[in-house]
């Protein structure tokens, strides 16, 4: 029903082709849909065109669909490739069916109004049609693009961890491949192994984004971003729970190699951490080992002394932490919410206990060195 005067006004709109391009380049113009794009008025032009052209003729009933969709699927590819936000495209794509339905009411006039309300829904369904096929490759592209950008970075961080040698040069061609400086300040997070799998996916969103360098070490899994990044670092903060040592403002990325090639030790001197710990509290582990050779039945007879204290809660072990921690007995009282005679007491029974008065340095790094010493 009414199908010869709905073909007439297609054939009338396609005839006035250049009338309903100029009123999408103003309405599109007036929104300001794309931006800062730099996209030039003559594509926006031909595209309109192409577009407006298609959709008419698709809505005709001696029209087939597949010029539709391989032009749709070409459109979406070319616009993310050139960096336009899908909203904003699916929104200019709707545009079309503005252009469309107020240039036909115009050249219809009201006796044509039946023929109107009797195909609006065709003309509906083929623009959101069209903006079905255009979402899809748009998505498609954006996801190759982001894979060949996670590969391309992939290979040179693991060249930037893995490699037994690496020069200033190396250096300067990884910064240059990842667009940073090779001084720029980081912050660096090397999850434990056992939950390598599970961080992967769950920051893989942020390194298809390039807000976030992430790369396997070994079996341990590395994400390192810039400075101050408050997005990347509300991320981080819901991975808070998983196993990792985090090294806070590590500057260059030569810095960053040597940070994440000593993981493993520290790994294996420190156990699996139950969160993320700053590098402060695991690199006592590492020394820990080492001075074992030395003082390893000292260290041994106060790590089961400070076992004891954490077995009864005694507030011996908290006021000791803290006045590592400050060096100062003042602060160490605000702390502990006691007097100041308390901590001179406390820091006394412990001496007596262990053998080692923390308010002496050399003897004091030895506790320092015990309480790395997992519980």
């Known amino acids: 029903m009414h199908e010869n005067q709905w073909d007439e006004l297609i054939e009338k709109a396609l005839n006035d082709m250049p009338l309903l391009v100029e009123d999408f380049i103003h309405e599109f113009n007036e929104v300001g849909l794309y931006g800062e794009s730099v996209i030039p008025e003559s594509e926006l032009r031909s595209t309109a065109h192409e577009v407006l052209t298609l959709i008419l003729k698709a809505t005709t009933s001696n029209q087939t669909q597949p010029g539709l969709k391989d032009h749709a699927e070409q459109f979406g590819n070319r616009r993310a490739r050139q960096g336009i936000d899908l909203p904003q495209l699916v929104d ?14 115009m050249a219809s006039g009201e006796e044509s109004l039946p023929v109107l309300i009797e195909h609006v829904e065709k003309l509906n369904y083929v623009v959101t ?38 020069g200033e ?9 990842l667009e940073v400086d090779a001084s720029i300040e980081c912050e660096v ?11 992967h996916s769950r920051l893989e969103p942020a390194t298809a984004s390039g807000k976030v360098f992430c790369q396997s070490f070994g079996t ?10 408050t997005e990347i670092e509300r991320q981080i903060e819901k991975l808070a ?26 790994f294996n001197s420190f156990g699996r951490p139950t969160r993320i710990e700053p590098i402060k509290n695991a690199m006592w582990a590492v020394a820990r ?32 932490r803290a006045y590592l921690e400050t ?27 262990s053998g080692l008065d923390i308010t002496v340095p050399n003897q004091a790094s030895l506790v320092v060195v015990a309480l790395s010493s997992p519980s």
């Open 220 to 229: 341990s899994y590395v994400a390192f971003w810039r400075t101050k990044s």
């Open 92 to 105: 200019a794509i709707h545009l079309d069916f503005k252009v469309i339905w107020n240039y036909l009411k």
């Open 169 to 177: 040069r190396g250096l300067n061609e990884i910064s240059h491949i």
């Open 327 to 353: 060096g100062s007995i003042k602060q160490t009282a605000q702390l502990s919410f006691c007097h100041r005679n308390t901590v001179i007491n406390r820091i006394k029974q412990f001496s007596s206990r």
């Open 129 to 166: 049609e069209y903006a079905f096929y255009v979402r899809t490759s748009f998505q498609r592209e954006e996801a190759r693009s982001a894979q060949d950008f996670r590969i391309a970075n992939s290979r040179y961080l693991d060249r930037l961890f893995s490699s037994d040698s690496l």
């Open 289 to 320: 080992d080492a001075l074992t050779s030395v003082y390893g039945r000292q260290i041994h007879e106060i790590s089961d002394y400070l076992n004891e204290l954490r077995r009864t809660k005694d507030p011996i072990l908290d006021t000791v």
């Open 189 to 199: 997070v090397v999850f434990h192994p056992s939950v390598a799998d599970e961080v």
């Open 241 to 266: 729970h998983f196993p990792g040592i985090r090294f806070e403002t590590v500057v260059g990325l030569a810095e960053v190699r040597r940070a994440v090639r000593s993981s493993p030790q520290l």
